[in-house]
């Protein structure tokens, strides 16, 4: 190294690094606040169609959402990947969901 270079800096001080992180952090902290959000419209609708004896699990209207966000998407989130996040997410909810029946003191 040159007397002229820069000494490398960690990542935990390197300012650039800190700032993106901070972003990812906050987008983190987003993206539980909706999926809380989802879940309890889900739990809502679930508890609808349990009362008006409508199936829980509606796959032509999983099918349509994932067309729909696919043609949503800008990417850089592949196809592919956007619909494994998406069977994850439902997969998901239907969890947290049948968790918050069996267990309903838990359920926020």
Known sequence: MSSTENPPVSAPE????????????????????????????????????????IGHIDPAREEWMLQYLKRANRGPLSEAGLAQFFHQVLDLMKQEVQAQDDHPSSAA
């Open 14 to 53: 390197d300012a650039y690094v800190l700032g993106v992180r901070r972003e990812i952090s906050d987008l983190d902290r987003s993206l539980v606040e909706l999926v809380n959000k989802r879940l309890k419209l889900v739990d809502k609708l679930w508890r609808y169609k349990d009362a008006h004896g």
